[in-house]
């Protein structure tokens, strides 16, 4: 483990040290979030535990998106029609912020790591010339874990809120981010799958009422990715998030057996499989058997 922790960390001075002009990144930013569910306030008063994921005020919480691809997704996004919003080959070119700390800047590099071994997307440091890549920065407000969905073109924020008094937030391990990763890359929250009422039931009356759309179910083009439903996905929410009170859980399972919902971990096996499916890792029979083999191994 000491190792791998040094190889990090020299992987994080040698960043450190390229040569590439950074945009300038003001502490407020305004990302886009559809007209049907903006709330226009802070967040982080309305919730007793408020979690990372869920006080930026974003589309199911962390979550940037336009009208235009809400309208679509609404009814399952479609890839033939948003082609834009994968990455091109699977390359995702990344800058992780100077501000952080190098243990988060670590604790950001584990993620990336992971991602690169269990799947075959291609995270890369940016060359400081291509037009479109992932700017890991810990944005002040709206703080938080929040991203893009997809490719969304340009210097592309990915908001991570470092340890602070309050607690670990976005960086206490590698989950959190790895979530906000999978968002970027274009995967959604697996409770909004079409065939999630079969798994889970949404507990209305328990959730703050301008987070009811949050729950909502999406269709069978887009949140099935052809695998089963996954209570243990890293993009799965919680039983409590935007609940009203403790002991008022929102989404609970109806499987008999099922003891937890969610987890900010490591990837599932789910996970893993939905992401080489996505883009195309399974293509090769070669690669798909690799691949496959690390998803059942390694995924929790």
């Not at 912020?97 to 440091?125: G, W």
């Not at 037009?131 to 924020?157: E, M, T």
């Not at 703050?208 to 729950?215: A, E, G, R, T």
Request: with cysteine.
């Amino acid at each position: 483990m000491r190792r791998i922790y040094v190889i990090l960390l020299l992987s994080v001075l040698e960043e450190k040290n390229a040569r590439y002009i950074l945009p300038t990144i003001p502490d407020v930013i305004h990302p886009p979030v559809p007209d049907d569910v903006k709330i226009g306030a802070d967040m982080e008063f309305m919730f007793e535990d408020p979690d990372p994921e869920v006080t930026p005020g974003l589309f199911q919480g962390d979550m940037a998106m336009t009208n235009e691809i809400y309208n679509y997704w609404r009814v399952g996004i479609r890839w033939e029609v948003f082609p834009e919003k994968l990455w091109v080959n699977g390359t995702v070119p990344y800058v992780i912020s100077p501000i952080y700390e190098p243990a988060d800047q670590v604790t950001i590099l584990k993620a990336i790591h992971i991602l690169n071994f269990m799947t075959c997307i291609r995270f890369v440091p940016w060359n400081g010339k291509t037009k479109d890549y992932l700017l890991i920065w810990p944005i002040k407000y709206p703080k938080g874990c929040w991203s893009f969905v997809g490719r969304f073109g340009g210097a592309q924020i990915v908001s991570l809120q470092p340890p602070d008094s309050t607690g670990p937030n976005c960086l206490g391990t590698e989950g959190r981010t790895i979530h906000e990763l999978m968002h970027a890359l274009g995967i959604f929250h697996e409770q909004s799958r079409w065939d999630r009422d079969k798994f889970v039931k949404v507990h209305l009356d328990n959730i703050i009422p301008q987070f009811v759309s949050n729950f909502d179910k999406q269709s069978l083009e887009n949140t099935t990715y052809s695998f089963e439903y996954d209570y243990d996905s890293i993009m799965h929410y919680g039983k409590n998030f935007f609940s009203k009170g403790k002991g008022k859980p929102t989404i609970t399972p109806k499987m008999p057996g099922v003891k937890r919902l969610g987890q900010r971990k490591a990837l599932s096996k789910g996970d893993c499989l939905k992401l080489n499916d996505l883009y195309g890792c399974f293509d090769n029979p070669r690669l798909r058997r690799k691949y496959y083999t690390l998803c059942q191994f390694m995924g929790l």
